[in-house]
C-alpha cells in the first residue's frame, strides 16, 4: 500500500466506492494541482506574446474555451433521460460554433500577417 | 477503449493546445500554432466521441449544424467586426459550459459537495458571460436601446444577485442531486444571466474591449469548473490557459489606459475636475485640404501614421497602406506608431493594416517610436484622438491623466484626419488640434485618404 | 455519477478497492499529467534565468531535488520492520544534507550577488 | 491531519518551488527566490511530519545529522570548489529517492504494476545519479586513479547493464511484492551503481560540468518517479522541474562548445584531424614582465579582461577586482568579458568575480561585448584559453571548430597571463599566443595581477 492512501483506512475505500463514483478526495486535489501548474503555464506563455498578436490570441484562446464542447458532446450522448440531451445537444451546437469559428477566422488572420514574410 | 488511453489522449490534447499557444508568441509560427490548438481540439472530440458508447444521432446534429453556423460566422466577418464576433463566441462558451453542467446534474444520481460546488459555479459563471457577451456584443453593435438601460441602485442590485447566487451555491453543496438541487442550480444560472446584464449595460461602449477580454476569462473559468464537475483535465487544462489569456489582456489594456479594473468596471468616466472647455481650446484650429497635404508629403523625408479607431470606422486600411506605398515608393520612410489601446480592441489596428498587406516591420510600438517622433516631417493622425491627446502627459485632472500617449505633438507638422472636432471615447477636447504644427483635414478617413493619393499622383 | 468515471461498472471500483489501494488507472494519469505540465512551466521559468545566475541556478535546483526528503520522512517513520526505517533514515540523513547544504550555498552565493547593488 | 490539506499544503510547497525559480531570473529577486524555495521545501518536510502519525525518533536523528553536515559543507566550501560541492550534494539526492523506493517496496504488501515501474525507474535513475556524481566528484577533485580507469569493451559493458535493468524492471512489473520483486529491486539498484561508474568514468574531466548539469536533471527525475511511487504530487512537481532545470543547462553548454551531447558523452576529444603542430604554432611568441603590462595599462582608456578556468585554479578573482578598482579610480573602463562556458561550469566565472564584489555590470556577455572588441586598447586574457583560441573560427579540422569564442585577438593589444605554453581543456594549441598583438606574461594568475598591481602603484 502506498504511504498516502496508508493514511486512509480501507473502509473509507471501499465506502467511497459504494458511493459510486463520488470524486474522492485525492482526485479532486490532484485536479487543483492541475488547474493551478495550467495556469502557471498559461501566464508564463501569454506574457511572452507580443501585441501585434493580441486579436489573434483573443479569438485564438477563445476558440479553445469552446473545449465545453467535450461535456457537450457526453451530455448529448449519454444517459437516457430527453431533456439532458437536448440540454447537451444545444451545447454541441453553440461549442462547436465557438471552437470551428474561432479557429478558422483566426487561421483568416493570420494569413494575412504571414502573407508579407 | 480503455480509460487510460481516453486520459492520454486528453493529455495529448492539452499540450497541443499549450504548443499552440507557444506557437503564437511569433508572427512566424503563429498560424502552425493556431492550427495545433485545433488539433488539439479535434483530438479531444474525436476520443470522446468513441471514448464510451454514446448516442450519436444528437451529437451529429450539434456538430453539423454548429460547424455550419461557425464556418460561416469565420468567413464572412469583417476585420473590423472581430471585437463583436469574439463577443458572440465567447457568450456560446459560456452558454455550453453551463448547459453541460446541468445536463450533468440532471443525469447523475448522487454527488459529492465538491462536484456541487463545482456544478454551481460552473452554471453561474457560464451564465455570467453568456449574457454578458450579448450585452457587450450588442453595444458592440452600437444599439441605441442599450445604451438607455439605467439599473436603479446598480450596486445593490447585483450584489444582491451575487449573495443569492452564494447562497443557492451552499445550499447545493448540501444536495442530495434531488429535484431540489436542480432547481438550485437553474436558479442560479437565471439569477447570473440577470448578473452579467446588469454588470455590463452600464459600462461605456468604450470600454467593451476590457469586458471582453475579461469575459473570455470568464468562459475559460466555465469550462474550468466543468472540468472540476466531470473530473475531465483536458477541460481543466485549457479552460485555465484561456482563463490566464483573458486576465493578462485585461491587465495589459487597463495598464496602456492607466486605469485599475475596478474603475473601468464601476467607474464613472468623464467626472474629471478639469476646467477646459472645447470652445477655448480650439479657438486656433487652422484647417488644411488634400492638395495641401499632399504638398507637404512630397518634401518629407520621414512620415509617421498614427491609425486609431476612425481607421476601423472608415475601412480606410486598404487606402492608408496604398499611400504608404506611393510614399515608399517615393524613398519616404513610413511607420506606423500603433498605441496599444487604439482601436477597439488589443492589437485591432495590427490586424487591420496586416489584413491591407503592410508588412509589420513598419508596424512600430509605442515606446520604440515616441523616442523618434521629433524626427518626423510629417506625422498623419488617421481616426485617432484619445491615444495622441497630450492633456494625458499635461493636465493631471483630465480623464486621461497618466494615461502613455504617442507623442504625435512633437514632430515637424502633424495632420489630423476626422470628420469634426467631436471628442474620441474619453469625451474630452484635444489642445493636439489647435496647437502650432497641426493642421486638420475634417473629413471620412478613407475619402481624405484617398484624395491625398490623388492629388500625389496628378502633381 | 460523472461522465468519465460512468464508463467503469461499480463492480471494478470495488475490486479496485479491495486491491487495497493500488492506484487506480485514473489517478496515474493524473500524476502523469501533473508531470508534464510540471516540465513545461520548467522549460518556460528556467530559460528565463539569465548565465550570470546559472551556477547559483545550478546548487538551488540541486537543493529542490533533495525533496526526496518528504519520501524519506515518511519511510523513516512509519511501519514495523527495521530494515526499511533504517533505510529511511540513511535517506533522511543524505536528503538532509542536499537540502541544507544546497539551500544554504545558494543563499551564500547569492548574497555575494547582491551585496553591489 | 486531514489528507486533503496535506495535499493542499503540498501544492502550496509546489508553487513556492516555481515561484522561486521564477525569482531566480533576475539578480535582484534571487536571494528571495532562493528563501522561496526553501520554504518550500519546509513546509512539504512539515507537513509530512505532522500529516501521518510516524515514529519520530529514526527522523529526528536524520534531520539532526543532514543539518549539521550540510550546513558544515555550506559555510565551509569554497567559491572555487562550486562544481565538486553540486556533484556530490546530487549524488546524496539520488541516493535518497533509491532508498525510499527500496524502503517503500519492503512496506508494501502489493503494488500495481504502474507502482512497481515506478519504483524500478526510481531505483535506476537514483542509483545511477548517485554513483555517476561520485564519480564525477572525483574526477573534479582530480584523483589520479580514476584517470587511469579503463574499461573494456566500453560500450558493450553499458549496453549490457541498461538491458539488465530493463529486463529486471519488466520482471518486477509482473511481480506480487514478494521476495523475489524486492532483490529484482536491489538487482536493479546494484547495476544502476555500476552503470553510474562505467557511463561516467571515461568521460574527460573538463567535461564534467555537463555531466553534472545532466545528473542533476537526473537527480530530479528520480524524485519525480519516487513522486509516482508514492502519488505525491510535490515530489513529481519539484522533481520535474528540477529535471528541466538540468537538461537546459547541459544543452546551453552543449550550445556553447558547439557539440552535441552523444558527442560529450561519448565523444572522442582530440581525434581532429587537424595537423597543427605545437612547435611551429608557437615559433614567434613574445614574451613580457609585469612592469610592461603596468605602463602599457597607464595609457589604455579602455581595458577587457577575459577570465577562465586558470583564475579560478589561481584564486586570482580578488586580486583582478583590486586591479580593476585601481584601473576605474585612474578612468580607465574596465570591462569583464564572459564566455559562457569559461572555467568548469556555467556561470561560474560570474560567481567567483561577484564573490570578489565586482559589480555585475561590469560582467559582459559574449555577445554583447564581441562587436566592441576592436575598440579595446588592452584585453587581459587571465587563464583562459580555448574560450579565445582563434582556431575555433579558422580552422574546421580544430576540436573546437564552430565553438563561439570571444574575440580577444581583435584588441589593440592581448596579454595573456598563465604559467606555460601548455593547452587548455581541447588540447590543442592556440595561435593568439602568437599573434603580432599578444604578449605573453607566463605566471601564477594570482600572482601576475598583483606584480601588475605593485608595478602601477610604484610608477
Ligand atoms: N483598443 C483597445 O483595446 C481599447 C480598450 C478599451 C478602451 N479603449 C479606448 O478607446 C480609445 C481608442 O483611442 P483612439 O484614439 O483609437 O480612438 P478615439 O479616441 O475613440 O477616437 C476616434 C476618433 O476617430 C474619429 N473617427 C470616427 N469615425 C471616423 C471616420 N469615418 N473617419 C475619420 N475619423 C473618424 C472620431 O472623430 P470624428 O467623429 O470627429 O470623426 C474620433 O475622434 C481610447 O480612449 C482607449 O482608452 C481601447
Ligand atoms: N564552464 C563550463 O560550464 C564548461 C563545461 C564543459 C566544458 N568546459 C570547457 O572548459 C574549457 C574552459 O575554457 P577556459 O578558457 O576557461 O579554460 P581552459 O581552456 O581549460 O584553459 C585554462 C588555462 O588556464 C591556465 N591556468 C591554469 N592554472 C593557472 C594558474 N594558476 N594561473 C594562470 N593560469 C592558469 C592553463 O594554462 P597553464 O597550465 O599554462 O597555466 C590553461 O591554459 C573550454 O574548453 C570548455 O569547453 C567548460
Known sequence: MNFLLATEPVAKLVETSTEAASTSADTVMLLLTVFVLAVFIGVEVITKIPPTLHTPLMSGSNAISGIALVGAVLAAGSGDSMLPKILGCVAVTLATINVVGGFMVTHRMLGMFRRKD | ?459
Open chain 2, 1 to 459: 477503449m480503455d480509460p487510460r488511453l481516453v486520459q492520454l489522449a486528453y493529455l495529448v490534447s492539452a499540450v497541443l493546445f499549450i504548443l499552440g499557444l507557444k506557437g503564437l508568441t511569433r508572427p512566424r509560427s503563429a498560424v502552425r500554432g493556431n492550427l495545433l490548438g485545433a488539433c488539439g481540439l479535434l483530438v479531444a472530440v474525436v476520443v470522446t466521441l468513441f471514448g464510451a458508447g454514446l448516442d450519436y444521432r444528437l451529437i451529429v446534429g450539434g456538430l453539423v449544424v454548429g460547424t455550419v453556423i461557425g464556418a460561416v460566422f469565420a468567413i464572412r466577418v469583417q476585420m473590423t467586426e472581430m471585437p463583436q464576433m469574439v463577443a458572440l463566441f465567447n457568450g456560446f462558451g459560456g452558454a455550453a459550459s453551463t448547459l453541460v453542467a446541468g445536463a450533468n446534474l440532471v443525469q447523475t444520481d448522487s454527488f459529492g459537495a465538491d462536484t456541487l460546488v463545482a456544478t454551481a459555479l460552473s452554471g453561474m459563471i457560464g451564465a455570467v458571460t453568456f449574457s454578458g457577451s450579448l450585452i457587450a456584443w450588442g453595444k458592440l453593435k452600437e444599439f441605441r436601446q442599450l445604451e438607455e438601460i439605467r439599473i436603479p441602485a446598480q450596486q445593490i442590485v447585483n450584489a444582491l444577485l451575487v449573495l443569492s447566487c452564494v447562497g443557492l451555491t451552499v445550499f447545493m453543496a448540501n444536495g442530495d442531486g434531488s429535484t431540489m438541487t436542480v432547481v438550485a442550480y437553474w436558479g442560479i444560472s437565471a439569477l447570473a444571466l440577470l448578473l452579467g446584464v446588469t454588470l455590463v449595460v452600464s459600462i461605456g461602449g468604450a470600454d467593451m474591449p476590457v469586458v471582453i477580454a475579461l469575459l473570455n476569462s470568464y468562459s475559460g473559468l466555465a469550462a474550468a469548473a466543468t472540468g472540476f464537475v466531470l473530473s475531465n483535465t483536458v477541460l481543466i487544462i485549457s479552460g485555465s490557459l484561456v482563463g490566464a489569456s483573458g486576465l493578462i489582456l485585461t491587465r495589459i489594456m487597463c495598464v496602456a489606459m492607466n486605469r485599475s479594473l475596478p474603475n473601468v468596471l464601476f467607474g464613472t468616466m468623464g467626472s474629471s475636475g478639469s476646467t477646459l472647455n472645447a470652445d477655448d481650446v480650439y479657438a486656433n484650429v487652422k484647417s488644411t485640404s488634400a492638395e495641401e497635404v499632399a504638398m507637404l508629403l512630397e518634401v518629407a523625408n520621414r512620415v509617421v501614421i498614427v491609425p486609431g479607431y476612425g481607421m476601423a470606422v472608415a475601412q480606410a486600411q486598404h487606402t492608408v497602406s496604398d499611400l504608404r506605398k506611393i510614399l515608399v515608393a517615393r524613398q519616404v520612410e513610413v511607420d506606423f506608431a500603433i498605441h496599444p489601446v487604439a482601436g477597439r480592441m488589443p492589437g485591432h489596428m495590427n490586424v487591420l493594416l496586416a489584413e491591407a498587406n503592410v508588412p509589420y516591420e513598419a508596424l512600430r510600438e509605442m515606446d520604440e517610436i515616441n523616442p523618434t517622433m521629433e524626427q518626423a516631417d510629417v506625422t498623419i493622425v488617421l481616426g485617432a484622438n484619445d491615444v495622441v491627446n497630450p492633456l494625458a502627459r499635461t493636465d493631471p485632472q483630465s480623464a486621461i491623466a497618466g494615461m502613455p500617449i504617442i507623442d504625435a505633438d512633437k514632430s515637424r507638422t502633424v495632420i489630423v484626419i476626422k470628420r469634426s472636432l467631436s471628442p474620441g471615447f474619453a469625451k474630452i477636447p484635444n489642445p493636439l488640434f489647435a496647437a502650432e504644427n497641426t493642421l486638420m483635414l475634417f473629413e471620412d478617413g478613407r475619402k481624405a485618404i484617398q484624395d491625398i493619393i490623388n492629388a500625389l499622383n496628378e502633381s
